[in-house]
């Protein structure tokens, strides 16, 4: 009902006219990204177009955690582990359960864990009646195993790959990439975890107890009719499916408790369209240490990060100041995300001021000689484009070099309609912000990325490196965005 609200609001604010700046005073307040200076103005006001979230009234649940995938084989460096995409049904409310899709379970995935200098074979397997794929998002690899729009898989059919993991330390995370389909895919549960470990960052002090002082939290909203299902095709729109309720790990309403003094949240983004300011409900400050790919080289102090879909932030959360029996929020966009509940504390230890990577500044003499290349992202809806093309799997658009570095100009020039926030994804790649119109990125997002939020009216410089070749997507992962065309391939040959 809210949601049908919302979009008659919408239209009516869009027949007015100009609407986009009128409309933000109807729709509420997505907290603020202080801590992000260099996201303009614009694109806050652009960028705070969104559904409102309701507030869950089911009683708190247990946050679920997804299980850690055992390997099928492992044999000295070699591991090989076995996915499969499938349907479940999946109990989200009280009463019926939610038909849904995922991965070697019910509903969402596992988490993978892999370390530096693997030798990994993924055994991927559609148990859906459609065809799907494997995409690992974030993962340095060849495009034969990336698991893109051109590596489908058919209803009952298996596909194997092959790679290993050169990447250092990060949260990592695996969907469905198949044209057309892509969007309901991740919508219906097909999301899960990669996380890529190595030694230094096993050397570090950071929490890394799975389930006990480092969790996973996949954000998500979706909506549900009265009979507990979603209906991706109804509720969604051109701009993308905003749900009206949130959930982590597919958890509605959830609540952690912990004896750790320090907690590590690897936060993802994993809704279709929505973006999330994520801050604690006493406004407290707390630690981002690695972005996308990897660590940062310090924790940066933020009380308010904004993550795009598709986007993953590792958070520190020191819980030092609640006694036993006391408990603080996690919220996104002002809404509870999950309640954290103190139970004791071990008093365990952070040093704000170590240092976590050696991720080499940007300077401007480095990209002496570089090619660059202008992406151009526009419009909204149906209207939109990259470089002012809808993509076609059969056109090449741009060509690159193996073992080469670019400079990727990305520019959000809204169009007539005017415009929105679109967070760029490049795939198997990370990639160095060197600036955002001109600036400096912020601090926190001076680390490994594999995707950005573009801001309109911002132009966003990335440093990328080629590394392996094939055929490569970009695109926006707002992903009816991408469905409506907003997608280019790059040849590295
Ligand atoms: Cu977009």
């Known amino acids: 009902m809210i949601k049908q609200k919302w979009r008659i609001l919408a239209g009516v604010v869009l027949l007015v006219g100009g609407g986009f700046f009128l409309g933000k005073n109807l729709t509420q307040k997505q907290g603020t990204t202080d801590s992000q200076g260099s996201h303009g103005m614009m694109g806050q006001m652009m960028t705070d177009e969104s559904a409102p979230l309701q507030v869950s009234e089911q009683k708190e649940q247990k946050l679920a955690i997804p299980p850690l995938l055992e390997p099928t084989e492992e044999e000295g460096n070699h591991v090989t582990y076995r996915i499969t995409a499938q349907k479940g049904a999946y109990q989200i409310k009280s009463g019926k359960k939610t038909q849904t899709l995922g991965y070697n379970g019910d509903f969402l995935g596992p988490v993978i864990r892999l370390k530096k200098g693997q ?3 993924f055994i991927t397997e559609n148990q859906l009646p459609t065809e799907t794929s494997f995409h690992w998002h974030g993962l340095k690899l060849a495009s034969s195993a990336d698991g893109g729009p051109h590596q489908v898989i058919a209803p009952g059919q298996t596909k194997t790959v092959n790679f290993t993991v050169e990447q250092e330390a990060a949260t990592l995370w695996f969907h469905p990439h198949p044209m057309g389909a892509t969007a309901a895919q991740v919508y219906q549960g ?11 960052s096993k050397q570090l002090r950071l929490p890394d107890e799975y389930g006990v002082n480092d969790f996973p939290l996949i954000v998500q909203d979706k909506s549900f009719d009265q009979d507990n299902q979603l209906n991706y095709q109804e509720d969604t729109t051109g701009d993308g499916i905003q749900g009206d309720t949130l959930l982590v790990n597919g958890t509605l309403n959830p609540y952690l408790e912990t ?6 949240l690897r936060v993802v983004n994993g809704s279709n369209a929505r973006n999330f300011d994520f801050s604690l409900s006493e406004g407290q400050p707390f630690y981002q240490i690695a972005t996308d790919g990897g660590l940062l080289n310090q924790g940066v102090k933020l009380t308010s990060l904004r993550l795009s879909p ?9 819980t030092q100041q609640f006694r036993s029996g006391e408990s603080f929020r996690l919220l996104a966009n002002q809404n509870t995300a999950l309640t954290i509940k103190i139970n004791g504390q071990k008093a365990t230890a952070f040093d704000s001021k170590e240092t976590l990577n050696e991720i080499k500044h940007v300077a401007q003499k480095d990209l002496q000689g570089l090619k660059r290349q ?5 419009g909204m809806s ?3 484009s990259i470089n002012d093309q809808k ?16 400079v990727w100009e990305v520019s959000n020039v809204g169009g007539m309609m005017g415009g929105m926030a679109h967070p760029f994804h490049l795939h198997g790649v990370q990639f160095q912000i060197i600036s955002r119109n001109g600036q400096p990125p912020s601090e926190n ?20 490196t080629f590394d392996h070749p094939g055929l490569f997507m970009y695109h926006c992962h707002i992903l009816e965005h991408e469905e409506n065309g907003m997608m280019g391939q790059v040849n590295v040959v």
């Open 445 to 464: 997002e001076a680390g490994w990325k594999d995707t950005v939020l573009v801001n309109p009216e911002e132009q966003v410089e990335l440093l990328v």
């Open 190 to 200: 097909l999301a899960g975890l990669l996380y890529i470990e190595d030694d230094h």
């Open 374 to 378: 202008e992406i151009t992202l526009k």
């Open 382 to 384: 149906h209207m939109v």
């Open 391 to 406: 993509f076609d799997p059969e056109r090449i658009d741009l060509q690159a070099k193996t073992g080469t570095q670019e």
């Open 119 to 121: 030798d990994v074979t």
């Open 259 to 264: 004896e750790e003094r320090w907690l590590r």
């Open 310 to 318: 598709g986007e993953r932030g590792e958070i520190l959360v020191d």
